[in-house]
């Protein structure tokens, strides 16, 4: 027998989230960031124990009432089929006494993983509609994110693994990006949210390099000031890592290399053959690294007056064992000349282990619409024409793509919540449409 009841006190409710593997959007600080969405937290008991904590977020919306969302759902017991029965009728009662039009949770269950059937997330969502809850199939009008994600394990039998030796198992690609990133021109800094405080003009310049990315991949883009505010909430577990071109560190590179290139030609003439191949391999490596050099100079140089450009950012959040990459993107300005991409999302992943963590996160990636499959669980989930690229990428990290269960529903209020379903796709272009002409 189980007793739920609402929260007040949020520094146990933290402590609960953050030692049974919660995420940071499921902690008391996600409302001060969601300040649009009114939040409740509840708790379930068994004994004087905690056994659950959930943060519901509510929202009225024109035409379709009041939403209610819990955002990665409940943390507890998946498997107490007891636990969850309980809680489920506690939250069914709760939606009947407070008008609501629908409670809405994504629990972070597996599916599939790379491909593969995990039969957990099959039994789960067969559990989970037997108590009431349907799955909400269509993708755009998903409360929240999409119901996949690429991981990083980090940790092997408990102990971090070497960041060499996870960069082993990314693709050559990758592996050649890393290597190249300094040898090009690139240097990286991370700000906190103090920094931001103290100068501004760091938050510009990732939101430079986010209207680009936004603007190729055509996803809705967060404000300088949403993200100032998420560096704020977790300030001490968050991060903004920035890569930037300096022409200026890239001339005097391209000087040494010169200068390494006039040294092999003076010792050519009279080297034996074998000296001579080396030497000839070093004048021609220069060669094609002055080229590449050149390149880059003349794409940057419409930044007659920047001698350092932003060319890459990411903002990232620690919390609970997991590395987070919130938001990230690359300019335009010579990105396949620098692989900024690689050099950036390596040092993020440096980061995460650095911190501790168990999983680093790269995020998820939009989707098409899915067909179900016939034991009601969501088909093959295919990125979007636009997103493939973004999940090639990812992938090439040697990533594991976790296809969770999706979003489900209770259902409140059927007329309402058609209302919303119908809506809520409608309101997310619109919304993508506005921000395009206010740039």
Known sequence: MYTFKEEADMKAYDEFIEKNGGQYIQCSRWQNVKTTWKCKYYCGFEGGERVLAVLVMERSLPAAGKIWYAPSGAVCDYDNDELLKEFTDFIKDLVKKNGITAFIMDPPISLRINGETQ?????????????????????ANYTYKQPVQLFIPLKENGVSLAPEKILKKCDKGVRYSI????????VAKTYTYADIEKDPSIIEDFMGVMRDTSERDNFVERDANYCTKLLREFEGASDLKLVYYDKDFDRTL????????????????????????????????????TEHFEKRIAEAEEFTTDNRICVAGGLSIYYAGMGSCLFGGTRNVIRNNTRSSHYLNYLRLCESINRGCDVHDLGYIIVKTPELNSDGTLGELVAQDNFKGIYDFK??????????????????????YFAYASLMPKAKKAKIAIIKKLR
């Open 119 to 139: 039969e957990r997330g099959v039994e789960m969502h067969k559990k989970l509609t037997g108590l009431g809850y349907a799955l909400n199939s269509n993708i």
């Open 179 to 186: 290597r190249l990133g300094e040898q090009r021109g690139l």
């Open 254 to 289: 391209q000087a040494q290399r010169l200068a390494k290139k006039e040294e092999a030609l003076s010792q050519l003439e009279g080297a034996h053959e074998k000296k001579a191949r080396q030497l000839n391999e070093i004048i021609s490596s220069v060669d094609k690294q």
């Open 395 to 416: 992938k090439s990290f040697s990533s594991d793509y976790h296809e969770f269960i999706g979003e489900y529903v209770l259902v409140g209020n059927k007329m309402k």
